[in-house]
C-alpha cells in the first residue's frame, strides 16, 4: 500500500517556476513507477510526466516538453516535479500517482495504469 501527499502547489505569474513535492508513505516506493497528471476545470484528467521505478528513463506530454521535469529521490520517499515557464494553461489541479512494477524500464502514461493517488495540489498561473 502507498499514500500519496502532493504539496507545493500555489498562485505564481506566467514565466514562473514551482515545484511540487508528493511524499509516499510505504515499503513499495522504491519498486514503484511514478507519475503526475493534472485536472482542469471542465476537462479530464491528463498526463503530464513519468517516470520509471529506478527514474533512468521519463517521459512527458508534448504540452510541458521542455519545460516541466520530473525527477525521484527514493531516499526521501519523494517525487518532483519542476515545473519553470509556466503559462495560463498549466493552470490545474496536479495530482501524483504510482504504481507497483517488477519492471525497470516501464513508464505509465494511461490514468487506469496507475494503483495510488495523491489528493491533488491546485496551481494556478496569472497572465
Known amino acids: 500500500q502507498l499514500q500519496l501527499v502532493e504539496s507545493g502547489g500555489g498562485l505564481v505569474q506566467a514565466g514562473g517556476s514551482l515545484r511540487l513535492s508528493c511524499a509516499a508513505s510505504?515499503?513499495?516506493?522504491?519498486?514503484?513507477?511514478v507519475g503526475w497528471f493534472r485536472q482542469a476545470p471542465g476537462k479530464e484528467r491528463e498526463f503530464v510526466a513519468a517516470?520509471?521505478?529506478?527514474?533512468?528513463?521519463?517521459d512527458y506530454a508534448d504540452s510541458v516538453k521542455g519545460r516541466f521535469t520530473i525527477s525521484r529521490d527514493d531516499a526521501k520517499n519523494t517525487v518532483y516535479l519542476q515545473m519553470d515557464s509556466l503559462k495560463p494553461e498549466d493552470t490545474a489541479v496536479y495530482y501524483c500517482?504510482?504504481?507497483?512494477?517488477?519492471?525497470?524500464?516501464?513508464?505509465?502514461?494511461?490514468?487506469?495504469?496507475?494503483?495510488?493517488w495523491g489528493q491533488g495540489t491546485q496551481v494556478t498561473v496569472s497572465s
Open positions: 500517482a504510482a504504481r507497483n512494477t517488477f519492471s525497470g524500464s516501464s513508464y505509465y502514461t494511461k490514468r487506469h495504469e496507475y494503483t495510488y
Open positions: 510505504g515499503r513499495t516506493f522504491s519498486s514503484s513507477a
Open positions: 517516470s520509471t521505478r529506478t527514474g533512468s528513463t521519463t
